[in-house]
């Protein structure tokens, strides 16, 4: 089996995925820059161009709100937050919007939107940068945060999710960048 370290594996996934479906697309801050998303978007700029891969100014709830206005237009968007912690300035489209559209309409109507929150990337990020708040999306009716443990994991549960018409949480954390996700994968059981 070949060995793939997470950056690369999530940079396969959605290659593959805006390759084979032109609906797909990455929108958010720092998409561009290796600091804020490590080496998981490398060449997707210079392949699929500005129109597929946003980097968008520092707004958290426009970034999102038009991720999920863009979602229920019929698009598959990868929305990325490069610091977790400041997603709940996003909380209206994600809760309010994203997460209820399903129930208010019937069930009949989704959004199927990617939410990628990376928590700290690595040193220097302090309180405010590096906060694992998995619990508090997990709580929340109509999300689905899946957790993935390996890098193989993380490429198959990115293929998956931007198959699929639901709205997905991905929680990423540390330097190393591992993925994080909930429902496909539960919370360790304590004993």
Same mark, same amino acid.
């Given at each position: 089996?070949?060995?793939?370290?997470?950056?690369?594996?999530?940079?396969?996934?959605?290659?593959?995925?805006?390759?084979? &479906?032109?609906?797909?697309?990455?929108?958010?801050?720092?998409?561009?820059?290796?600091?804020?998303?490590?080496?998981?978007?490398?060449?997707?700029?210079?392949?699929?161009?500005?129109?597929?891969?946003?980097?968008?100014?520092?707004?958290?709830?426009?970034?999102?709100?038009?991720?999920?206005?863009?979602?229920?237009?019929?698009?598959?968007?990868?929305?990325?937050?490069?610091?977790? &912690?400041?997603?709940?300035?996003?909380? &209206?489209?994600?809760?309010?919007?994203?997460?209820?559209?399903?129930?208010?309409?019937?069930?009949?109507?989704?959004?199927?939107?990617?939410?990628?929150?990376?928590?700290?990337?690595?040193?220097?990020?302090?309180?405010?940068?590096?906060?694992?708040?998995?619990?508090?999306?997990?709580?929340?009716?109509?999300?689905?945060?899946?957790?993935?443990?390996?890098?193989?994991?993380?490429?198959?549960?990115?293929?998956?999710?931007?198959?699929?018409?639901?709205?997905?949480?991905?929680?990423?954390?540390?330097?190393?960048?591992?993925?994080?996700?909930?429902?496909?994968?539960?919370?360790?059981?304590?004993?």
């Amino acid at each position: 089996m070949r060995q793939l370290s997470y950056a690369l594996a999530i940079n396969e996934a959605l290659r593959q995925m805006m390759e084979t &479906d032109a609906s797909v697309f990455l929108i958010g801050q720092g998409v561009k820059s290796p600091w804020y998303v490590g080496n998981t978007a490398n060449g997707l700029l210079e392949r699929f161009g500005p129109e597929r891969v946003i980097d968008t100014p520092v707004s958290e709830n426009a970034m999102t709100g038009a991720g999920v206005g863009a979602a229920i237009a019929g698009m598959r968007p990868v929305v990325v937050h490069p610091r977790m &912690d400041f997603m709940m300035y996003a909380m &209206d489209p994600i809760i309010n919007q994203a997460a209820n559209w399903y129930y208010m309409n019937g069930g009949k109507v989704s959004v199927p939107v990617v939410i990628w929150g990376i928590i700290n990337r690595g040193g220097e990020q302090a309180a405010q940068h590096s906060q694992a708040i998995h619990s508090l999306f997990a709580h929340i009716p109509g999300l689905k945060v899946v957790m993935p443990s390996t890098p193989y994991d993380a490429k198959g549960l990115i293929l998956r999710l931007l198959r699929i018409p639901i709205l997905s949480f991905l929680l990423m954390t540390d330097g190393c960048m591992v993925m994080k996700m909930l429902c496909l994968r539960k919370f360790m059981m304590w004993k």
